[in-house]
């Protein structure tokens, strides 16, 4: 089992930054891939950014250039660095960790963009 706890969501103005920390624990051996999801109102989850445990790294075509995910492992934590945030990235942020042919989902976080 592994357990993912995210925090760091809140309100932002169009063009601002935010950095969302995701800390995993419990049998976090093996993890294959870590990444953020995120969903708006009305729409369909979709995959943000991932990061392998080999530390290969994609991103969603709406959010290259703009968001990175560097990771911690000291500290068993992914993050999502957003930059230049627009409107359109205002969503549900989940935390995903893929081990064993099973997804584990953190609680979520909202962002808001908003001026």
């Known amino acids: 089992q592994v357990q993912l706890v995210e925090s760091g969501g809140g309100l932002v103005q169009p063009g601002g930054s935010l950095r969302l920390p995701c800390a995993a624990s419990g049998s976090i051996f093996s993890i294959y891939h870590m990444g953020w999801y995120r969903q708006a109102p009305g729409k369909q989850r979709e995959l943000v950014a991932r990061i392998t445990s080999g530390s290969s790294t994609n991103y969603a075509d709406s959010v290259k250039g703009r968001f990175t995910i560097p990771s911690d492992n000291t500290k068993n934590t992914v993050y999502l660095q957003m930059n230049s945030l627009k409107p359109e990235d205002a969503a549900v942020y989940y935390c995903?960790?893929?081990?064993?042919?099973?997804?584990?989902w953190g609680q979520g976080t909202q962002v808001t963009v908003s001026s």
């Open positions: 995903n960790a893929y081990q064993s042919a099973l997804d584990y």
